[in-house]
């Protein structure tokens, strides 16, 4: 299971709107101690990294690893059902693997619940939280990252089937 409670909603609706021209579609990598995104644009040019610690939200709880890939114009679309001062609970449950409920509460205690459904995703990686990135610290200051592909021969797979 996965929740995750913003006291205030237009935090999560500014992100959006700030990265929905960039990324059609992102993943959310939801883990015990962080909520993060990591997507590249269309023209392979932006790579967006975001990173939202768990002091940042009112109630925070992952049971487990979990990725929810969502479709920034949908959710968008979920965002602008919601006012400034309201707050936002974001709920994934394991029975439910394909949704994700948002739930919008005002100051008055009227609750709003709307579900999206996930995106299909593919995680590369050379075992469950290890992608494929080589990382170079610089002397503490700061890092380098590549992260990695391999590169998949399409005519050998054809054959192989």
Do not use: W
């Given at each position: 299971?996965?929740?995750?409670?913003?006291?205030?909603?237009?935090?999560?609706?500014?992100?959006?709107?700030?990265?929905?021209?960039?990324?059609?579609e992102?993943?959310?990598?939801?883990?015990?101690?962080?909520?993060?995104l990591?997507?590249?644009?269309?023209?392979?040019?932006?790579?967006?990294?975001?990173?939202?610690?768990?002091?940042?939200?009112?109630?925070?709880r992952?049971?487990?690893?979990?990725?929810?890939?969502?479709?920034?114009?949908?959710?968008?679309?979920?965002?602008?059902?919601?006012?400034?001062?309201?707050?936002?609970?974001?709920?994934?449950?394991?029975?439910?693997?394909?949704?994700?409920t948002?739930?919008?509460?005002d100051?008055?205690?009227?609750?709003?619940?709307?579900?999206?459904?996930?995106?299909?995703?593919v995680r590369?990686?050379?075992?469950?939280?290890?992608?494929?990135v080589?990382?170079y610290?610089?002397?503490?200051?700061?890092?380098?990252?590549?992260?990695?592909?391999?590169?998949?021969?399409?005519?050998?797979e054809?054959?192989?089937?």
């Amino acid at each position: 299971m996965f929740e995750a409670k913003f006291t205030n909603a237009a935090l999560l609706k500014k992100i959006v709107e700030a990265i929905k021209e960039l990324v059609s579609e992102a993943p959310f990598d939801c883990t015990e101690n962080s909520m993060c995104l990591q997507a590249m644009d269309g023209s392979h040019v932006a790579l967006i990294s975001l990173k939202l610690d768990i002091g940042l939200f009112e109630v925070f709880r992952c049971d487990r690893t979990i990725a929810l890939g969502l479709s920034m114009g949908e959710l968008s679309k979920v965002l602008k059902c919601s006012k400034s001062e309201d707050t936002l609970m974001i709920r994934f449950e394991d029975s439910e693997q394909d949704m994700v409920t948002f739930t919008f509460e005002d100051t008055k205690g009227r609750k709003q619940d709307i579900t999206l459904k996930l995106m299909d995703r593919v995680r590369l990686s050379m075992c469950d939280n290890v992608p494929l990135v080589v990382e170079y610290d610089i002397e503490g200051n700061g890092f380098l990252r590549f992260f990695l592909a391999p590169k998949i021969d399409e005519d050998k797979e054809t054959m192989d089937d």
